[in-house]
């Protein structure tokens, strides 16, 4: 796999009226070519920081920071400039020019980077419509919904043909219909354009539908890097935990047990759901080998990144003995749990 940015042992120290505070404290991580890599972390972890280090807008205090393999750090200015030019950013805000049409927002960057007239107005209309903005182009920022302002600052973000795309809270002023908008779009840019998009956001959904790996800041340090299913399925540090628990809480309370055995008498279960239930309908194929019957009674299945995840509770009804055997076999292919 070609590594399109690596940090490696990264910290930043800021000083303010005297105080010395560190924002980011030895990250290493790296981030392969045609990727989504997630930043995870509650405000104040030094999510921001570490993506302004990606292209320059930050330099550490120590360690360093390679993309494409080069050490950004020994670049010049005009090395730097041509740098940016291939790492797009968005943010929350959306930073665009209120004083300038939706055409002339994106057309800058191309502008500044020497395109000639025509071929900037040909790239224009093409980056329009693949952000579902055609009829937009003389439309200033002020008429825009935040959703279609963010479409106009992907557009201006990837219109140089970057290999990279930072996203810096880019869903986090916009409401869940056009947070999914855009999270469909940042996928598009990822899948057809094959940019390599680092999003930063504290909103683990966001993460769930877009990231193939994530690392987990607090204060400054990444305390968990890996899969995003592994991470979901067992997370191992505190602030991991914190965070996608209210993502991933499919289990019932004890409570919420207690009154559904009153409810459902015989036996019941708990299936973990998971990738491995798409190519086996494993509980309604062993359902019916067995002749046994089940009700759903709770239960939430997310798609993390294109595959299921989350728990189903079912209350079974049978013959014992054809019980047992259902129990037994399914527990065979998924996570089982009675209760
Ligand atoms: N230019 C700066 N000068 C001084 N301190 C700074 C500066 N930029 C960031 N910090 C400090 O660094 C720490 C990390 O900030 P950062 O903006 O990276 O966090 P964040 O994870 O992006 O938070 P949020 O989710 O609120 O955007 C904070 O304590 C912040 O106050
Ligand atoms: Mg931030």
Do not use: C
């Amino acid at each position: 796999m070609t590594q399109r940015i690596r940090l490696s042992g990264v910290s930043k120290e800021f000083t303010v009226n005297g105080t010395k505070s560190m924002a980011l404290d030895d990250i290493n991580l790296t981030v392969n070519a045609g990727e989504i890599y997630g930043l995870i972390g509650r405000s104040g972890a030094g999510k921001s920081t570490l993506l302004r280090t990606i292209n320059g807008l930050e330099r550490p205090s120590s360690g360093k920071v390679f993309v494409d393999g080069v050490d950004i750090g020994a670049l010049d200015a005009n090395e730097l400039r041509e740098l940016r030019r291939r790492i797009g950013m968005v943010f929350q805000q959306f930073g665009l020019w209120n004083s300038r049409t939706v055409y002339g927002n994106i057309a800058t960057p191309l502008k500044l980077a020497g395109w000639k007239s025509q071929a900037i107005r040909n790239r224009v209309a093409e980056l329009l419509d693949f952000v579902g903005l055609g009829g937009k182009a003389f439309a200033r920022p002020r008429q825009l919904s935040g959703g279609q302002k963010q479409r106009v600052g992907i557009a201006r973000a990837i219109a140089n043909n970057p290999s990279i795309l930072l996203a810096d809270e880019a869903t986090s002023a916009l409401d869940p219909q056009t947070t999914t908008e855009i999270v469909d779009l940042l996928r598009s840019v990822n899948d057809q354009l094959g940019i390599t998009i680092v999003v930063v956001t504290h909103e683990m959904d966001v993460i769930g539908r877009l990231a193939d790996r994530v690392s987990i800041l607090s204060d400054g340090r990444v305390v968990e890097t890996g899969d995003i299913h592994q991470i979901l399925a067992q997370p191992n540090h505190p602030v991991s935990g914190a965070l996608v628990g209210p993502y991933t809480r499919t289990a019932l309370t004890e409570g919420e047990k207690s009154s559904l055995r009153n409810q459902f008498r015989g036996r019941r279960i708990s299936v973990a759901v998971g990738q491995h239930l798409d190519d086996d309908p494993v509980i309604s194929r062993l359902a019916r080998q067995h002749h046994i019957d089940f009700t759903i009674i709770q239960g939430a299945v997310a798609r993390v990144k294109d595959q299921p995840y989350g728990q189903l509770n079912l209350a079974l009804l049978g013959d014992a003995a054809d019980l047992d055997r259902f129990v037994t076999e399914l527990a065979d292919r998924v996570v089982v749990t009675e209760w």
